[in-house]
């Protein structure tokens, strides 16, 4: 029954077309903005050999499970959900897990295109040398002074989810393959670039040591959860993104291949982000661990010292917001695909609702660096407590579930025929990854995030 389903939408042209796909959706800020201030902070190398364990243990196994759930489905992640419960006598109540990716990933996007906007709003003033010879004060209020500005915040809001909407509106093969098949390259091209720019400052080999020059004296406990936490969130895992690319892909593709370059790829961005950054910041005397301000406020500064730094940064900044664009085509895409089922509209009509909806939510997420300030969310404003929950709440939780469902609810033989590992040994032992070691893993995470249970320093 599955081999004879369809997806109503279309499918990739090839295994290489999905790959490109799915690792854009897994590259974006988390990657090449997340990923380098977290090892900057919990003590580069030891992190690395830790994360990368990770990758290996929580998202591997998860990224399989969601897209054999995706492909087997051929649907939007909500109805995949729901046919496929009830393809295996269970109970149709499973579709709220596609509802709770896809309100995931409609939240994350509402803010995200917010944040992806200052990516976007710093390509020109690094391209005309507004931070040459810079000093962290001009730096920090450049910086301030943009996201105090409603006006220009949503000017660039809106021109970010103006260009991720026309590429969804396209389709699969017209839009969204079209669109990654230029963007992608030209994003490891231009990471490839930035590397070899850092290969010429006077700190790279600091750079290359603090990356996989391992030291567990400097690593903590709360280090390994984060390291945990990260590879499962970096490859946009438990928001129906990777689900809904999973539907389009070409039966005859390897799921185990083809998830395994994908967090190769990632993971190989992840790393080439920090090559690319780290030997700037040492070489300029700044903090490795400077938090989240690492590429909008301690970055620039060091461009700005630079030879060239205008013309790299400039580059930079671009290849920022191509990451951020690439994961926001498949924040919205869920959604879309939910409206051309369900409610018969075209996909230029279902991208245009999706599209507008998700802006207009980004709008509180936006005044609230501003104008709604002294508003708070419990503690918290708008962008970050959207940034907590679902990062924090609903990413794990749709994470096990899809563990859960995959390892419990499908049956072996549903699983292993989508999968179609030929060696029982290896099939077993993804298995065994997705019922027993990966759910716990995940429930770690969620509960250390969630405060339940906290794993201090030392």
């Known amino acids: 029954m599955a081999e004879r389903r369809q997806s109503i939408h279309g499918e990739w042209s090839s295994r290489v077309a999905f790959i490109l796909a799915a690792t854009g959706s897994a590259v974006g800020l988390g990657n090449i903005w997340k990923f380098p201030y977290i090892t900057g902070q919990y003590g580069g190398g030891a992190f690395v050999l830790v994360y990368l364990a990770c990758i290996a243990v ?3 196994p998860i990224m399989m499970a969601e897209v054999l759930i995706g492909r087997r489905g051929r649907q939007s992640p909500v109805n995949t959900m729901r046919t496929l419960a009830e393809e295996e006598g269970r109970n149709a109540l499973w579709q709220y897990l596609g509802w709770a990716g896809v309100l995931s990933g409609f939240l994350i996007l509402s803010f995200y295109s917010v944040v992806a906007g200052w990516a976007m709003a710093y390509v020109p003033r690094l391209a005309s040398g507004m931070f040459n010879g810079a ?4 730096v920090g209020t450049i910086f301030s002074d943009l996201i105090s500005d409603p006006e220009r915040l ?5 021109l970010f989810m103006g260009l991720t909407m026309i590429v ?3 389709g699969v093969r017209s839009g969204l393959e079209q669109a990654v098949r230029v963007l992608m390259p030209t994003l490891f091209l231009l990471l490839l670039v930035l590397v070899g720019y850092s290969l010429s400052t006077a700190d790279f080999a600091g750079g290359v040591r603090f990356l996989f020059a391992p030291d567990f004296s400097k690593l903590s406990w709360e280090g390994v959860l984060v390291a945990m936490g990260h590879a499962f969130f970096t490859l946009s895992l438990g928001m129906g993104a990777i689900m809904v690319y999973g539907s389009y892909l070409p039966r005859h593709a390897s799921i185990a291949k083809t998830t395994i370059i994908i967090a190769g790829a990632d993971t190989l961005v992840a790393l080439l982000a920090g090559l690319a950054i780290f030997p700037l910041v ?3 005397g700044l903090a490795p661990a400077a938090g989240p301000g690492l590429i909008f406020q301690t970055l620039p500064i060091a461009f700005g010292q630079m030879w060239g730094g205008a013309f790299f940064g400039f580059l930079f900044f671009i290849l920022l917001s191509f990451a951020a664009w690439t994961s926001a085509i498949s924040l919205i895409e869920p959604i ?4 051309v089922e369900n409610r018969g509209l075209t996909r230029i009509k279902a991208t245009v609702l999706a599209g507008g909806i998700t802006w207009t939510l980004g709008l509180g997420s936006l005044l609230s660096l501003n104008l709604w300030q002294d508003f708070k969310i419990i ?5 970050d ?5 679902t990062t924090n709440v609903m990413l794990p939780l749709g994470g096990l579930a899809i563990a859960v469902f995959a390892g419990w609810i499908m049956s072996r033989e549903s699983t292993r025929d989508e999968l179609a590992i030929r060696n029982p040994l290896l099939y077993g032992l993804w298995r065994f990854f997705v019922r027993y070691i990966t759910p716990v893993a995940v429930v770690v995470v969620f509960l250390n995030a969630i405060g339940v249970i906290h794993i201090g320093k030392g």
């Not at 000093?135 to 001009?138: M, N, T, V």
């Not at 949503?154 to 809106?158: D, G, N, V």
């Not at 407590?385 to 929950?389: A, G, T």
């Open 58 to 60: 929580i998202g591997i």
């Open 379 to 383: 503690k918290w404003g708008i962008l």
């Open 282 to 284: 040492f070489s300029h």
């Open 336 to 339: 879309v695909a939910w409206l």
């Open 154 to 158: 949503l000017a660039w809001h809106t």
């Open 168 to 170: 969804v509106s396209r």
């Open 385 to 389: 407590f959207v940034d907590i929950l």
């Open 135 to 138: 000093s962290p004060d001009k």
